[in-house]
């Protein structure tokens, strides 16, 4: 007989075997040595969902996937590589998140303590629509601001995306610069 496993029995009221039904024909057929997407492993390919039926089923404490930060009900994760703003929005769009939007102090502390100070940072601000009215790729005008008002920029208006600069400020950029940056997305659980 086989052994029962109470909590793995059912899943948002699918059998597992209907649930791994759901997966595309050949989820088996990758290439070896293909890793996956996004830590999945090459057996189990994402699947919309998925990560968080499975947080909230087995009753896990932990908010974030492997190799993101969690701060407050938020997951980071900080780029090695660098991109120009809008490659870098993108690339946090294809990870269901989007660049980092700052909301507090603390927030702004936790995003230095876990950054490279030697590296400035995307942020997901930008005055490219209106010159001088800077919002939030969450289409929120930012409550919180930490720009470096001590330096004067004389081509200011042509840096339309906002950066977090080596000192921990907030910096004007031109968008087709590249930087890393931070994406931030709603824990898991």
């Avoid at 629509?129 to 601001?145: A, D, I, L, S, Y």
């Avoid at 400020?169 to 659980?189: L, M, Q, T």
Wanted: proline residues 8%; aromatic residues 14%; glycine residues 10%.
């Amino acid at each position: 007989m086989a052994p029962k496993f109470p909590k793995f029995q059912r899943l948002a009221g699918k059998e597992i075997p209907d649930l791994v039904s759901g997966f595309p024909s050949g989820f088996q057929d990758f290439p070896p040595g293909f890793r996956g997407f996004s830590g999945f492993s090459p057996r189990f390919p994402p699947f919309p969902g998925f990560p968080e039926l499975l947080c909230r089923t087995l009753g896990s404490s932990r908010t974030c996937q492997a190799g993101w930060k969690s701060h407050g009900s938020s997951c980071y994760s900080f780029s090695m590589d660098s991109l120009g703003w809008a490659s870098a929005r993108n690339a946090c769009a294809d990870l269901g998140a989007h660049l980092v939007v700052v909301n507090s102090e603390l927030e702004q502390m936790f995003l230095l303590e876990n950054s490279d100070r030697s590296a400035s940072y995307w942020l997901g601000a930008s005055d490219g629509v209106k010159e001088g009215k800077w919002e939030w790729v969450t289409g929120e005008e930012p409550n919180f601001r930490f720009w470096d008002v001590w330096v004067t920029d004389p081509d200011k208006e042509h840096k339309d995306c906002g950066a977090i600069g080596p000192k921990g400020f907030w910096i004007y950029e031109r968008c087709s610069h590249p930087h890393r940056w931070i994406c931030e997305k709603s824990g898991n659980c």
